[in-house]
């Protein structure tokens, strides 16, 4: 095999490109994670619990709420799974960031990671328990839930996701070339 073949010239991008997108990931996700979790200690040292603030009048306002169910509050007798699906799936996209070698995946995944660990800290380690934590949610809009940055990273991730297999855009580099 000569240097000019596919496979020869591949192997080496390819590494680089999987480090890069790896890294971008985890950058992604460790920003995302931070202004999530800052963003929350704010709310909870200066919003009381219930009161609105309005931001943009009749748009947005922050609105301190404790969350023990998934989106829109559903299943809110059901914390500990929650929890259990958010350790999963954060579990499977460290697992799978080995493989990424396409940066707006590596962006889509980093986003939803970031989310989903500013989630299950809350989870984890906020009252009334270990793993019976209530979400601190704060971000309010007229006619829906309320929500967090976390919850943001999130549905934009997935967002992203599903336009990346709509069109067809893969995560990987196929073998042989």
Not at 32 to 39: G, I, K, P, T, V
Not at 94 to 113: H, K, M, Q, T, Y
Not at 142 to 151: M, W
Request: net charge positive; proline share 5%; glycine share 10%.
């Amino acid at each position: 095999m000569t240097e000019h073949t596919p496979d020869a010239a591949a192997a080496p991008g390819t590494s680089r490109v999987g480090r890069r997108c790896l890294v971008i990931s985890l950058l992604v996700a460790a920003a995302w994670y931070a202004a999530d979790q800052l963003s929350k200690l704010w709310v909870v040292e200066n919003l009381p619990i219930g009161r609105q603030y309005p931001v943009i009048p009749g748009l947005l306002w922050w609105e301190h709420i404790r969350n023990s169910g998934a989106a829109f509050s559903l299943g809110s007798d059901y914390t500990w799974v929650f929890t259990i699906v958010m350790a999963v799936v954060i579990v499977a996209i460290l697992w799978n960031l080995r493989r990424v070698r396409d940066p707006l995946w590596a962006l889509a995944l980093g986003l939803v990671l970031g989310g989903a660990a500013g989630n299950l800290t809350d989870r984890l380690f906020r009252e009334p328990g270990f793993a019976h934590g209530h979400v601190v949610d704060f971000i309010a809009v007229p006619r829906f839930a309320i929500f967090n940055v976390a919850d943001c990273g999130v549905v934009v991730g997935v967002a992203l996701i599903l336009v990346l297999i709509m069109t067809n855009r893969q995560m990987e580099v196929p073998r042989g070339g």
